[in-house]
């Protein structure tokens, strides 16, 4: 079972940045894509960037966060710039594998508020 575990949280002004980190305990992370997600209160769930062959971005973030993998570390990271308050929601890690079916596996969520 592979554990994601997310860090980088927190409550940051408009126009502030946060970085995002999320790290597995298995290195079969390191063959798989990666992504962030993100979900506002009553909101879906709904993806930020993935990482795969290269770096894909929503049209709401491109050009201000940024996704990073650090094999070595088994981490992927989220540089997040220029925040806004519609960006506030739980950001979630992701890793889709395959087993017989693809699974999914999810960090428990990292807090971000941006508010003024």
């Known amino acids: 079972q592979v554990q994601l575990v997310e860090s980088g949280g927190g409550l940051v002004q408009p126009g502030g940045s946060l970085r995002l980190s999320c790290t597995a305990s298995?290195?079969?992370?390191?063959?798989?894509?990666m992504a962030w997600y993100r979900q506002a209160p009553g909101k879906q769930r709904a993806l930020v960037a993935e990482i795969s062959d290269r770096a894909n971005y929503s049209d709401s973030v491109r050009g201000r966060f940024t996704i990073s993998r650090d094999i070595s570390k088994m981490t992927v990271y989220l540089q997040m710039n220029n925040l806004k308050p519609e960006d506030t929601a739980v950001y979630y890690c992701?890793?889709?594998?395959?087993?017989?079916?693809?699974?999914?596996?999810w960090g428990q969520g990292t807090q971000v508020i941006v508010s003024a």
């Open positions: 992701n890793l889709r594998t395959w087993s017989d079916r693809w699974v999914d596996y």
């Open positions: 298995d290195d079969i992370a390191i063959i798989y894509p």
